[in-house]
């Protein structure tokens, strides 16, 4: 049991400051993004901070999973003992926050192109706008920001800042 449990322990652990690292990348990106009020010309550090989290909450899935099924409580050491559902429900918010700022990142949908009667394309989709930018900077910050406060509450800061296996 223990040949699973402290591999996926360990991944979960390093996973954990990917998800801190993309989360301040995406962050100053936004932040700077709404200040500069320029384009949006990539949405990579709203994916990767999603992609990481939703890698996360799969580990942590697992990590519960495996724990229920050999009778161990999570977070035995934690502050109450309510912890380990706290943990797993605030993840799961992240996540859901960490969606709608990749989200509201994407380029809005733009009508197909028109065509007239003798066979000639109207011109062709509408180009974004500056205040079509202005919008998914704005949004992707505030969802980005608000992926934090669960984040924040949810990590279980005593135990190991880089475990290695079996460490305690
Ligand atoms: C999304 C953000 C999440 C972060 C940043 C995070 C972070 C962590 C960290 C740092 C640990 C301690 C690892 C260690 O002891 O080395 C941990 C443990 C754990 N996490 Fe997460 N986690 C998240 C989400 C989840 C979710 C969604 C679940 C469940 C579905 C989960 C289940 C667990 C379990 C079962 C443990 C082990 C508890 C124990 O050993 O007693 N985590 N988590």
Do not use: C
């Not at 322990?9 to 801190?20: D, E, G, I, P």
């Amino acid at each position: 049991m223990e040949n699973v449990y402290y591999p996926l322990l360990t991944a979960h652990n390093w996973v954990r400051w990917l998800v801190l690292l993309t989360g301040i990348w995406a962050l100053v990106n936004a932040f700077m993004g709404v200040r500069s009020r320029g384009p949006m010309t990539s949405r990579a550090p709203f994916s990767a901070f999603m992609g990481s989290i939703h890698l996360q909450v799969l580990l942590g899935l697992g990590l519960f999973a495996i724990m229920g099924m050999n009778g161990m409580a999570p977070f035995p050491d934690g502050p109450r003992s309510s912890f380990g559902w706290e943990h797993l429900g605030l993840g799961l918010i992240a996540a859901v926050f960490a969606t709608m700022a990749n989200r509201a990142a994407k380029a809005p949908a733009r009508a197909a192109p028109v065509y007239v009667a003798d066979g000639t394309p109207a011109p062709g989709p509408t180009p974004t706008t500056v205040s079509d930018d202005i919008t998914r900077w704005r949004s992707a910050l505030f969802w980005t920001f608000l992926t934090w406060v669960p984040l924040l509450l949810a990590m279980p800061w005593w135990r190991p800042v880089l475990r290695m296996l079996g460490t305690e």
